[in-house]
C-alpha cells in the first residue's frame, strides 16, 4: 500500500482508545446495516410499476457490482490491513482478497441504483441511500478490515454498476418498444 493509503487509515482505523459505543456502531454498521439495507427494498413491489422498476434495477446494479468484485478478486489478492500489521482488527474476518471492497462496491450500487432509478425525488434518494452507503465504507476501514483505496475502488465499481444497470434496462425496454420488423411488400416466399 502506498503511504497515503496507509495514512488515512490509520487516520480512520478505531484504537484502544476509542470509546466502546463507537466501536459497537461501526460492528453494527458493517453487519446489520446491510441487510435492513436490502430489506428496506422490499415495499417498493407495492408501490406500483415505477417502484418496481427501481427495485429491478437495483438489483442488477448490486449483482453487477458483486460478480465483478468476486471477478477481481480472482485475479488479484490484495492483502488486507490486519494482515499486514497495520491497525488493529476489530471485527472477526477470514483473511481474503480485500481488493475492491465487496461491501463499498455493493453498498454504491444499491445507493446509487435507488437514485438513478427513483421515480421521484432523486435528491432524497442521493442523501439517504448515499449516507447509508458510506456508513458501510466508513465501517470498514474504522474496523481495520480495509484500506481506503479498497474502499474507493469499491464505490466507483458501484456507481458504475449502478449506471450500467440503468443502461442494460434502457435498451432492453427500447427493444420491446420497437415496432415488429415486417416483410416489405413482394418479398414473401411462396
Do not use: K
Not at 447509508?132 to 465504507?137: D, R, V, W, Y
Request: charged share 15%; glycine share 8%; aromatic share 8%.
Amino acid at each position: 500500500m502506498t503511504r497515503i493509503d496507509t495514512w488515512l487509515f490509520l487516520s480512520i482505523n478505531a484504537t484502544a482508545d476509542t470509546p466502546n459505543w463507537l466501536i459497537a456502531l461501526g460492528r453494527w454498521v458493517s453487519t446489520d446495516l446491510p441487510l435492513l439495507a436490502i430489506v428496506a427494498l422490499v415495499p417498493l413491489v407495492l408501490f406500483g410499476p415505477d417502484s418496481r422498476r427501481q427495485l429491478l434495477g437495483v438489483g442488477l446494479a448490486m449483482v453487477l457490482a458483486w460478480l465483478t468484485v468476486r471477478g477481481i478478486r480472482e485475479t488479484v489478492h490484495v492483502a488486507r490491513p490486519f494482515e499486514l500489521g497495520v491497525g488493529q482488527q476489530w471485527l472477526a474476518h477470514a483473511a481474503s482478497a480485500s481488493f475492491p471492497s465487496f461491501h463499498a462496491a455493493v453498498a454504491s450500487a444499491w445507493a446509487a441504483g435507488l437514485v438513478l432509478f427513483a421515480p421521484r425525488h432523486p435528491r432524497v434518494w442521493l442523501l439517504v441511500a448515499g449516507a447509508l452507503a458510506l456508513a458501510i465504507a466508513w465501517s470498514r476501514v474504522f474496523l481495520g478490515l480495509h484500506f481506503v483505496s479498497d474502499i474507493a475502488a469499491g464505490v466507483v465499481l458501484g456507481v458504475a454498476s449502478a449506471v450500467t444497470a440503468r443502461q442494460c434496462l434502457a435498451w432492453v425496454g427500447r427493444r420491446r418498444a420497437a415496432p415488429a420488423l415486417r416483410p416489405m411488400a413482394g418479398s414473401e416466399t411462396r
